[in-house]
């Protein structure tokens, strides 16, 4: 992840309000595509010209090539209303970010988040690194509202979970019961990014971790012995795949883990 400063000019506004509202618009559509993993916020310099800082997952993030449809749209809007983006410089590397997936080809995507995942929820199995959300085909509304939707209720639920007040049972159930609404939602994600991509995309189904740190030989047999929950067949793995994926059913396209 690295740390760009993107400058704006303003020269040709006849309008400052108007140029700062179509500013904070490609912001918020760079976003929403995943070319920045922050919306960041728009100082106006002396000189008149608007400069922001954002979080980008690769250094390229920001290229035309990248743009979807609403950035695109936003873009527009920009010059419209008389403002340009001048330039764009890559200040810095963050070092606390998610890495990227830098495989040329990816034999197989999980659908993962977590409280303190700050990428892309889409991750290639091989590298166990994020796929930067304008990298996945946009969905039928031409953005990624409906997988970035999914990411932010699934970390909603880990965060009632990990801080273990109120609904984290709720939050339990919804990341690890397959009849789940989370769950339908994530694997009706994982689904449409299969189908345009073409590459095998599985759903993580969260086991959950024991606070009374019991790791007895039969609890773990038994853990080791559970079987898909969709399927009822085998699953568990010869070796983990990711430090945190113990089980994958390639039929019903679930991952999982042990759970201690």
Not at 15 to 42: K, S
Not at 86 to 109: Q, R
Not at 128 to 137: E, S, T
């Amino acid at each position: 992840m690295f740390m760009a400063q993107i400058e704006f000019s303003t020269t040709n506004a006849p309008d400052m309000h108007n140029a700062a509202q179509a500013t904070n618009g490609l912001l918020a559509a760079w976003y929403h595509n995943g070319q920045t993993i922050d919306c960041g916020e728009i100082f106006v310099g002396p000189d008149g010209g608007i400069r922001t800082w954002v979080s980008i997952p690769e250094q390229t993030a920001l290229d035309d090539a990248n743009n979807g449809k609403w950035v695109n749209r936003a873009l527009s809007e920009l010059e419209r209303c008389g403002a340009n983006v001048s330039s764009t410089e890559i200040v810095g590397k963050n070092t606390e970010g998610d890495p990227v997936c830098t495989c040329e080809d990816s034999t197989a995507l999980l659908l993962f988040a977590s409280l303190v995942s700050t990428g892309s929820p889409v991750l290639c199995m091989d590298c166990g690194h994020a796929l930067p959300i304008y990298k996945v085909p946009p969905f039928e509304s031409g953005s990624h509202e409906t997988l970035r939707c999914w990411n932010k209720i699934y970390k909603a639920c880990d965060t009632l979970w990990i801080y273990s007040q109120t609904g984290e049972f709720f939050a339990l159930r919804e990341m690890a019961r397959l009849d789940s609404s989370l769950t339908r939602h994530g694997r009706a994600v994982c689904e449409i990014i299969e189908a345009k991509m073409g590459i095998p995309t599985f759903y993580y189904l969260d086991r959950g971790k024991s606070r009374r740190n019991i790791w007895r030989e039969q609890v773990w047999a038994r853990e080791r012995a559970r079987r898909c929950p969709s399927c009822n067949g085998e699953w568990l793995l010869p070796e983990s795949v990711l430090p945190f994926v113990d089980f994958r059913c390639d039929p019903c396209r679930i991952a999982s883990n042990l759970s201690p």
